[in-house]
């Protein structure tokens, strides 16, 4: 147990549970405004690998090392918008399952990154044969002196920092402003929200776009701020974790964010604790098998809360 | 209100009745099922008719993508679509790759059926796979028996596995979708704990386990390939099964019911917790026995070390199958033979097989994709509608 609390105590720790949670927490950001919608983005998955490898070959095309991973960022923003647009006239105009639909999205991000990598790079595995760079880190001025707070928030990478003032900013735009008002309006009723006036379609179009964006911005760390390179399925279900941790954090931006950083703890954990003599495997289902506990629990929860109030 | 995933299949369509409306109650999930009676000669036959469009679709952007990237794109090509049937051993690998993919597209044809989003078929295929590695290790039985009874023992642990997500649904509505992708990592790491930490054999440089008891390996069908006689005849006794069971039997109706239109089978009478339950358990079981058939087919020892991918793949066997275990064969060996091909034609002209499966996740879009082709369908109602009042017409 005491080496438990050593690896946990241990301040980097802290701070790399901050690194882990910013991909799902941004692919739970894309979760969620999905879903205040009413829609389900299931190829979070596919489109965060789709923006890994378009950030790492736009920011190595540059040869820029001032703003070339800038420019591989916005590039798989605008990728991700694109496949969310893709996605949302998948499921709105097609009428695809959108379970379905999100399962080809990632079939296609899974295979197709590789794909184009191989013609890029001539490489199958990762994209690390070519320079590409990766966005800074910040270094905050006053916070970095503070000896315990300073290694943690500060000297993150940028995006760490954006993805946090990003809840912020969604819960800000979900509760606060009339387009995210409708958001919520198309996805707790869309006929009454059809009815006066509001377009339903595009409010959904809309949502699935930022979603993708959101997801993008998470793959996009992974390759320019995790590592520095792309590799093979390198997102290894952090979409799929990122469905379970707004499933979790009720679809909203803060529940999201606590359950990401749920999720960043224990991955943290395993890592760390491959010294210890607990078996890495079992460490590593830790953060899975919590969901399914904590989803249990809430699902469980909202039952008996429905029949105490038709009972009563 | 919160729009979880749990309520939100239910949600939405409760509160907006157009959607209602839309979804054709002959159609089973995703809009493809087999369908449980009144206009299925149309239906059918535009299947077919759309079948044929997405899967031309798919080979012909195939065909440019090829061209595009490959120096010698003819020949690519011909290794690509004629490759697996120009040898033996090609053909063989067809086969062997399309025994897992029955099991699974079974095992996913039977949640989807009763339109349950349940795809913990990727972990069980896994976990049986291990079951099986474990009591082919430390079991000692006769000849004949052995193999199967470590099939058997792994399609009861899929079994159980698969209870989880269906009652989770059903006691408290927890969403059976996410349940299912984290029971997945679990039983990923779960079964390489047991492999590792008791069953590896040290002498060995990767992580494998010990080799199997030679008696529970099953035979082979021909010497020199890896297909078993085991494997071919459980996986058509599972498609045989499962057909029965969906189409013959009181059951199986109240699961294709049940995926049709929930609320509409519950006043019916019919059990339909019990059924949807069940269909799950089933998945699982074939699931479950589909990693046994797989490990004790191509394997002597346990050594995955990743999830197979065998589980997303089901997925679209389903989808073409249109989630009737009959079509599943046909349906897993076009997927197979695809797969082969580019497999061949990666090792000779280079070109990534990675292709072959974004085509794969292109035509499944086609397949599901309600509106696709709907012009044809109206077509299609309109033509046979005029004939029919001619014909009542002229028989008045």
């Known amino acids: 147990m005491s080496a438990f609390f050593e690896a946990v105590g241990n301040v980097a720790f802290a701070a790399q549970i901050l690194r882990v949670a910013t991909p799902i927490l941004l692919a739970a950001l894309g979760a969620t405004i999905a879903s205040q919608a009413g829609c389900l983005n299931m190829g979070l998955e596919g489109i965060m690998l789709f923006a890994a490898l378009t950030g790492v070959y736009v920011s190595s095309m540059t040869q820029n090392a001032s703003w070339g991973a800038w420019a591989g960022l916005l590039a798989a923003l605008a990728v991700g ?18 379970t379905l639909a999100g399962v080809a999205i990632n079939v296609i991000g899974s295979n197709a990154t590789v794909f184009l990598m ?83 379609v595009g409010v959904k179009y809309l949502a699935y776009v930022l979603s993708g964006v959101l997801a993008a911005m998470g793959g996009a760390f992974m390759s320019m701020g995790y590592v520095s390179w792309f590799a093979r399925d390198m997102t290894a279900g952090r979409g799929f974790i990122a469905l379970a941790a707004q499933a979790m954090g009720r679809s909203t931006p803060v529940g999201s964010m606590l359950s990401s950083i749920f999720f960043g703890f ?47 | 209100m919160h729009h979880d995933l749990s309520g939100q299949s239910a949600g939405n369509e409760a509160l907006n009745p157009s959607a209602q409306q839309q979804r054709d109650p002959h159609r089973g999930p995703a809009g493809k099922g087999g369908g449980l009676g009144a206009p299925r000669d149309i239906n059918s036959r535009f299947e077919l008719i759309r079948m044929l469009v997405a899967i031309l679709i798919g080979i012909a952007i195939t065909a440019l993508v090829i061209f595009a990237v490959s120096d010698t794109p003819l020949e690519s090509l011909r290794y690509m679509f004629i490759g697996p049937a120009t040898t033996p051993r090609y053909f063989f690998n067809v086969l062997e790759l399309m025994l897992p993919l029955v099991f699974t597209g079974v095992a996913i044809s039977l949640c989807f059926s009763a339109q349950q989003f349940n795809l913990t078929a990727e972990g069980i295929f896994f976990f049986g796979g291990m079951v099986a590695a474990v009591a082919a290790i430390t079991t000692k039985l006769p000849d004949g028996l052995h193999p199967f009874f470590c099939i058997l023992l792994a399609g009861l642990a899929g079994g159980v596995i698969g209870a989880i997500p269906g009652l989770l649904k059903y006691r408290w509505n927890a969403s059976e979708l996410v349940i299912s992708l984290m029971l997945n990592y679990v039983c990923f790491s779960v079964s390489m704990y047991v492999i590792k ?86 998945s699982g079981v074939v699931a479950g026995m589909g990693g046994a058939v797989e490990m004790l087919s191509m394997f002597t020892r346990f050594q995955w070390a990743a999830l197979t991918g065998y589980g997303w793949d089901g997925v679209i066997v389903a989808i073409f199958a249109r989630n009737n275990p009959r079509h599943v064969p046909l349906a897993a060996l076009f997927l197979a033979y695809l797969r082969i091909g580019a497999d061949i034609m990666m090792r ?12 794969q996740a292109i035509m499944i879009v086609l397949l599901v994709a309600e509106s696709f082709l709907a012009k044809t369908r109206h077509r299609m109602v309109v033509r046979e509608a005029t004939r029919e009042s001619i014909v009542a017409e002229e028989v008045a």
Not at chain 2, 262 to 275: D, H, I, K, Q
Request: hydrophobic fraction near 50%; charge should be positive.
């Open chain 1, 266 to 312: 224990t991955m943290a954990l395993s890592n760390s604790m491959q010294s210890l003599s607990i078996p890495f495997e079992l460490i590593e289902a830790m953060p899975y098998a919590c969901t399914i506990l904590a989803l249990s629990a809430y699902a469980y929860q909202q039952t008996r809360k429905k029949k105490q109030s038709s009972g009563g």
């Open chain 1, 118 to 200: 191989y013609v890029w790079t001539g490489s199958p595995g990762t994209s690390a044969s070519q320079k590409s760079y990766v966005l800074p880190t910040v270094s905050i001025p006053v916070i970095r002196d503070i000896p315990v707070v300073g290694t943690v928030f500060s000297g993150q990478n940028v995006v760490t920092y954006m993805a946090f003032a990003l809840v912020a900013a969604l819960a800000f735009f979900l509760y606060r402003t009339p387009l995210g008002l409708r958001i919520r309006g198309v996805g707790l009723n869309p006929g009454a929200a059809d009815s006066v006036g509001i377009n339903v």
């Open chain 1, 81 to 98: 918008a694109l496949l969310g647009a893709l996605l949302a006239y998948l499921v709105l105009h097609l009428k695809t399952d959108a």
């Open chain 2, 348 to 359: 000779r002209t280079g070109v990534q097989m990675e292709i072959v499966k974004v085509i």
């Open chain 2, 197 to 282: 930490n008791h069953f590896r054999d040290k002498d060995a440089g990767a992580i494998v386990s010990y080799l199997f008891e030679k008696t529970a390996v099953l035979d082979k069908v021909v010497a020199k390939y890896r297909l078993t006689t085991g494997g071919v005849v459980l996986a058509a006794a599972v498609c045989l099964l499962a057909y029965l069971f969906m189409y013959k039997t009181r059951w199986g109706f109240s699961v294709r019911a049940a995926g049709a239109n929930m609320n509409f089978t519950r006043y019916t009478g019919l059990n339909v917790a019990f059924a949807v339950i069940g269909s799950q358990v089933l």
